[in-house]
């Protein structure tokens, strides 16, 4: 079992920053996704990293603008976002594999995932 608390959303004007942490209360698992589901839309994937070699994927809408890190000591990822935009509004969620890899499936697909947290909305409007 993994527990998974997001924090950090909150209310910002275009071009602004925020950053998201995802604590963890375990470290079983291989990969932490950040995922966002704006209004009315499906849950889509943002970015990645997995602990074993580090690797990171995003999306092609946040490459550039947004960062995905872990610090090991305090078990929690982060995701640092800049130049915000309006579509980038919805509720983020982070999400953590715990099953063992195996070539299979998708990082971006919900169901490659085993353990969610509740999300935090992250908003950004003028």
């Known amino acids: 079992q993994v527990q998974l608390v997001e924090s950090g959303g909150g209310l910002v004007q275009p071009g602004g920053s925020l950053r998201l942490s995802c604590a963890a209360s375990s470290v079983n698992y291989y990969v932490v996704g950040w995922f966002r589901q704006p209004p009315e839309h499906q849950r889509e994937g943002v970015a990645c990293l997995s602990l074993g070699d580090t690797s990171t994927h995003y999306a092609n809408s946040v490459k550039g603008r947004f960062t995905i890190s872990r610090d090991n000591a305090k078990n929690t990822v982060y995701l640092d976002m800049n130049d915000l935009r309006p579509e980038d509004t919805g509720v983020y969620f982070c999400?953590?594999?715990?099953?063992?890899?195996?070539?299979?499936?998708?990082?971006?697909?919900?169901?490659?995932?085993?353990?969610w947290g509740q999300g935090t909305q992250v908003s950004v409007s003028s």
């Open positions: 999400a953590a594999r715990s099953r063992r890899l195996d070539g299979s499936g998708w990082y971006f697909d919900v169901d490659w995932y085993d353990f």
